[in-house]
């Protein structure tokens, strides 16, 4: 295990509401990536929270918002939920910034949109 | 614009085989190109990873092999045992490891025993 916890592990939405997802990242990591994984795809970057200010942001609307705490943990909101939203939701925790610094994924929070 | 091409979305070896998995990139400035193992219900695994000024690297069974001028890198997998039966994924990223990784599709691969 990689130390990551998500919750919840799966989440069922209807269109047009409005989700949470947490991550809890693993002891000493200052640094917290959202990842979405459509069914059959790869991972798509979402955002990064680096010692709790977003330090990048991928080609998703502003709809998708995020937070990280003083502890490092991190929540993902998502708002006006639509069917393609239905995904896997990883996060992605390390200890700061550098070539070498491996990021470890939690196992996801399994959301579909109905 | 996927800038991650991967290829086979499916690979069946038999155990004791070599699994070939390949990727093309389009992105120059990518500097880091690693490779993650994902089982079912669980999220992505660093396997292992290369910058663009080495032309393989080799961890245990796992060797990327890199062409910077071909902007293509792939990962081969020796002696392929039934416990190796996963999904692969390449990613390359500008930042370094755990930056705004560009995933490929993925690989699904079997070994049979």
């Known amino acids: 295990e990689t130390g990551v916890t998500q919750s919840p592990t799966h989440l069922i939405k209807t269109r047009g509401q409005q989700v949470t997802l947490r991550c809890s990242s693993q002891?000493?990591?200052?640094?917290v990536s959202w990842y979405q994984q459509a069914l059959g795809q790869g991972p798509q970057f979402i955002f990064q929270?680096?010692?709790?200010?977003?330090?990048g942001r991928g080609n998703f609307p502003p709809r998708f918002s995020g937070l990280q705490f003083p502890n490092y943990s991190s929540e993902l909101n998502v708002n006006a939920l639509e069917l393609d939203d239905s995904a896997l939701y990883l996060c992605?925790?390390?200890?700061?910034?550098?070539?070498?610094?491996?990021?470890?994924f939690g196992q996801g929070t399994r959301l579909t949109v109905v | 614009q996927q800038q991650v091409k991967q290829s086979p979305q499916s690979l069946i070896v038999q155990k004791g085989g070599i699994s070939i998995i390949n990727c093309a990139y389009e992105?120059?400035?990518?500097?880091?190109f690693p490779w993650y193992q994902q089982f079912p219900g669980k999220g992505p695994a660093l396997l292992i990873a290369i910058r663009p000024d080495v032309s393989e690297k080799k961890e245990g069974r796992f060797t990327i092999s890199f062409n910077k001028s071909a902007k293509q890198f792939s990962l081969h997998i020796m002696d392929s045992q039934p416990g190796d039966s996963a999904t692969y994924f390449c990613a390359a990223s500008t930042g370094g490891s755990n930056y705004k990784l560009t995933f490929g599709k993925g690989t699904l691969l079997t070994v049979n025993p």
């Open positions: 992605a925790s390390s200890s700061g910034q550098g070539w070498d610094t491996e990021a470890f």
């Open positions: 929270y680096y010692r709790e200010e977003e330090n």
């Open positions: 002891s000493g990591h200052n640094t």
């Open positions: 992105n120059t400035a990518f500097d880091y």
